[in-house]
Structure formats: structure tokens, C-alpha cells
């Protein structure tokens, strides 16, 4: 039986021949985080990943992506690879990366956690909300979402939270660091009028048993 392998760190010059299908081991979980790749680095990862059809795990977080490396990660979503998992958060992607992103997925049956948290998704005119919420509408297979930490504003929140009614497979949503609030049964509520600072929260906790830290 072949070995499970996991990779942290992968230099550049070997990392097409690591993914390629020439070598004898089974790569599921391919981990990356905090290792200053940038987009022509990860863009090249994407290229070897196309090849790959065994990793079940990819985490490239932390890594200064930009939108520029988006195109290229959205095709590989959009090939419907076994991936299951992709963690992408403190990057310095914007809304029309994320957009990139999402069009890959909305034909992607396999991703069951996608994890945006701490990027500047909101912080751009891009459709990144109608992006979102035409996805979630949809989509059955994924199970967590995180997209906290975004700048997401009350019309993108109110656009998400629409999407998000129709949904009946997400079952951990994360949407603190934006504006509204998550509610015990998933709902994204997204009030006339909403507060993030430390004291308004400890408010809404107090009055309605709900944390939107």
C-alpha cells in the first residue's frame, strides 16, 4: 500500500516534479501556510496540482497572494479536483480575486471547506457579494465557509445574506469582522444599524444571548 504523505514546505524548483503523478507516493495534505510564496509561486503550484489527483487538503495561507494569482486557482477549482479543503485566509486578496475563486467553484463538487478569513474581499467594487450568494444559493457540498475579517459592508452583507437563506448544507458560517452578526441558527442578521466595537457587543450578548465578536 502506498504512504500518506504530508508537505509543509516545498522549494520551487521542486514542487511541479513533487505533485506530479511520476512520483510513488499518495500526496493528501499539502500545508504551505507562512512561507512568503507569492502569486508566481503558488500560479506554478497550480500548474503541478492540475496533474495531481490525490491531494485532499491545501493550505496556502499567509503566503501575500493578491488577486493575480486568482485566475489560475479558480481553473484548478473549476477542474472539480479531489480537493477538500483550502485555506486561504491572511492573504491580500481583494473582492475580483475572490470572484475568481467562486466562478471555479460554482461548478465544483468536491470542496467541503474554504476558509477567506482576514483578506480584503470588501474592499473593492467587484460583485464579490452576488458572488457569494449565487454560490451558496445552489451549492450542497460545502460545509464551512469563513469570510470573516473582510471589510464586507451592510449592502454586501444584506446580498450574502440572501444567498445564505437558501442554503441548506453550510452548517458553519463565519462572517464576524464584517458588518452583521451570525445568529444560533446560521442566519446572517444583518441589523439597520450595527456596531463592532467591544462595548456594543457585549450589549447584543447581553440582550440577546448572542455573540457577534
Known sequence: MRELY???????????????NK???????????????GD???????????????????????????????????AYLEMNPPLR???LYWNRIQGRGGCNIFKGLMSNNTLKILDLAWNSLGNQAS??????????????????LDISNNQLGKEAAKEIADGLSK??????FMFQGNYGYVDSFGFLIVPDN???DTIAQHLMIHTTGIDCA
Open 167 to 172: 442554503n441548506h448544507s453550510i452548517y458553519d
Open 6 to 20: 504530508e508537505i509543509k514546505h516545498l522549494s520551487n524548483k521542486v514542487s511541479l516534479e513533487v505533485l506530479s
Open 40 to 74: 508566481t509561486n503558488v500560479m506554478m503550484l497550480c500548474d503541478g496540482l492540475c496533474s495531481n489527483n490525490t491531494v485532499r487538503t491545501l493550505n496556502l495561507s499567509r503566503n501575500y497572494l493578491t488577486n493575480v494569482c486568482t485566475e489560475k486557482l479558480g
Open 194 to 196: 450595527f456596531q463592532t
Open 127 to 144: 460583485g464579490f457579494a452576488k458572488s457569494v450568494s449565487e454560490f451558496v444559493a445552489i451549492n450542497t457540498d460545502l460545509v464551512v
Open 85 to 87: 479543503e483550502l485555506y
Open 23 to 37: 512520483y510513488r507516493f499518495r500526496l493528501l495534505t499539502l500545508n504551505l501556510e507562512g512561507n512568503k510564496l
